[in-house]
């Protein structure tokens, strides 16, 4: 389940020191993903951003992502950046220079198919990001 994001070029962030060291240095673009070992995590939002990253020219300067249940300190310090959204599992979060810009919430996520969150996180890449 870490695999399937660091695979692709994330860094895991598991202390919360981590979270606010990466935060800090994020300027640019930053694709945060909090990972959760819940099916619509497995079914749609990991394989949902590697599509996306996958089909889009745009890329993040930093892919960062905390997993949820497993790096307790490190979720809670990552959900303290992704205010005022209360906490959710899994999430997609995209900042710009330091400031949240775009958040998917589980809600979002839950009962959608990889495509169409890899669709939805597309545009929002496009919109935000610059192409590389």
């Known amino acids: 389940m870490r ?5 692709v ?3 895991e962030l598991t202390t919360a020191d981590a979270v606010d060291a990466a935060m800090a ?28 990253l ?4 745009v890329k993040p300067d930093h892919l960062y992502t ?5 790096d307790l300190d490190a979720t809670e310090k990552m959900r303290e950046y992704l205010l005022p959204y209360p ?5 997609i979060g995209i900042f710009k220079d330091g400031e949240l810009v775009h958040f998917i919430e589980r809600h979002h996520i839950e ?7 890899a669709q939805h996180l597309e545009m929002a890449l496009e919109e935000f990001c610059e192409k590389a």
């Open 3 to 7: 695999e399937d994001l660091t695979s």
């Open 25 to 52: 240095n994020a300027e640019g673009t930053a694709l945060v993903v909090v990972n959760s070992v819940c099916g619509c995590a497995a079914g749609a939002a990991r394989p949902g951003v590697k599509a996306a």
């Open 111 to 117: 009962g959608r198919s990889a495509q169409m969150i």
């Open 9 to 11: 070029g994330f860094q």
């Open 87 to 91: 906490p959710s599992s899994p999430a």
């Open 66 to 70: 905390v997993f949820a249940g497993a």
């Open 54 to 57: 996958a089909l889009t020219d």
